[in-house]
T-cell receptor, first 120, second 118 residues
Framework: DAGVIQSPRHEVTEMGQEVTLRCKPI?????LFWYRQTMMRGLELLIY????????DSGMPEDRFSAKMPNASFSTLKIQPSEPRDSAVYFC??????????????????FGSGTQLSVL | AQKITQTQPGMFVQEKEAVTLDCTYD???????LFWYKQPSSGEMIFLIY??????QNATEGRYSLNFQKARKSANLVISASQLGDSAMYFC???????????????FGQGTTLQVKP
């Protein structure tokens, strides 16, 4: 398997522009996560999906951020309009369903390579 | 409320020595999972080790072991025989169970930067 695939690897844009980050999870995985990493705030969970349904979006900073998962093999994170403070590395991750009593808690996340976003 | 706490922003260890990275967590769930990830300077997130809340034995993976003390809610990572390639950021994480209302959610601590000295 190719692993979790994120695109683009790097994005440089100007303030006010729309930015769309893309993620293809590993086939068969039913959880998908979007994280943002900055020096100041560390690794923040923005939103996560289970079976394409958003479960918790409480980490989404504000209405400028939106995420979709139209099918099991694709997700997008959109920022509109972008601002310089959105500059960060954005990671997508996915995990298998898991089994047994610890289902959904015992499966590790596989991470993509991340998208380095710079908003000027 | 912070649920994962890593109190050591930075650590140094001499090559070939062992080092312990601290992690405490907070949950009211009985079912949860604890993870450690490594992030080298190249930026990728590398899974190291997993401990389930019902596991009675401490998890081990090669030079990595997890010192799981459930009553104290701690899940410290022990790296034995440190190597120069172990220099990286290390993250403790917890995957929440059903009672949290957010089954499957994985949250990270702030991380500990480890530098291995030759």
């Amino acid at each position: 398997d190719a692993g979790v695939i994120q695109s683009p690897r790097h994005e440089v844009t100007e303030m006010g522009q729309e930015v769309t980050l893309r993620c293809k999870p590993i086939s068969g995985h039913d959880y998908l996560f979007w994280y943002r990493q900055t020096m100041m705030r560390g690794l923040e969970l923005l939103i996560y999906f289970n079976n394409n349904v958003p479960i918790d979006d409480s980490g989404m900073p504000e209405d400028r951020f939106s995420a979709k998962m139209p099918n099991a093999s694709f997700s997008t994170l959109k920022i509109q309009p972008s601002e310089p403070r959105d500059s960060a590395v954005y990671f997508c991750a996915s995990s298998e369903p898991g089994q047994g009593a610890l289902r959904a808690t015992n499966e590790k996340l596989f991470f993509g390579s991340g998208t380095q976003l710079s908003v000027l | 409320a912070q649920k994962i706490t890593q109190t050591q922003p930075g650590m140094f260890v001499q090559e070939k020595e062992a080092v312990t990275l601290d992690c405490t967590y907070d949950t009211s769930d009985q079912s949860y999972g604890l993870f450690w990830y490594k992030q080298p300077s190249s930026g990728e997130m590398i899974f190291l080790i997993y401990q389930g809340s019902y596991d009675e034995q401490n998890a081990t993976e090669g030079r990595y072991s997890l010192n799981f003390q459930k009553a104290r809610k701690s899940a410290n990572l022990v790296i034995s025989a440190s190597q120069l390639g172990d220099s990286a950021m290390y993250f403790c994480a917890m995957r929440e169970g059903p009672h949290s209302g957010n089954t499957g959610k994985l949250i990270f601590g702030q991380g500990t930067t480890l530098q291995v000295k030759p």
